[in-house]
């Protein structure tokens, strides 16, 4: 299992940024993926989540209207849309994977055993 995170950058706040994940070495399409990130001396939270099949999306309070995740199981790549930016979503941004049947979307990131090397998301004017 492989996951490759891309497309963080420095962005000023109101900005915008697309993260993506591509995945190799497994059925990208028969796993649950979610976006997970961490702050410097915080810990980690998850961001959200999108499940197999169905595709249904799930976020944290934090984001939810802000963010959108996607998957492309074509093109094995989890993505993270983030719109209206804030100084707050600064952070190291993984991917995650977990092998689960559609009705299982763990919102603990603990609950995700194969993850990115990261990318570094900062908002700052």
């Known amino acids: 299992v492989q996951l490759v995170e891309s497309g963080g950058s420095s962005v000023q706040p109101g900005g915008s940024l697309r993260l993506s994940c591509e995945a190799s070495?497994?059925?990208?399409?028969?796993?649950?993926m979610t976006w997970v990130r961490q702050a410097p001396g915080k810990e980690r939270e998850g961001v959200a989540r999108i499940a197999t099949g169905s595709g249904n999306t799930y976020y944290a309070d934090s984001v939810k209207g802000r963010f959108t995740i996607s998957r492309d199981n074509a093109k094995n790549t989890l993505y993270l849309q983030m719109n209206s930016m804030k100084p707050g979503d600064t952070a190291m941004y993984y991917c995650a994977a977990k092998f689960t049947s559609a009705l299982v979307v763990p919102q603990d990131p603990v609950e995700y055993p194969y993850w990115g090397q990261g990318t570094q998301v900062t908002v700052d004017s």
């Open positions: 070495g497994f059925v990208f399409s028969d796993y649950t």
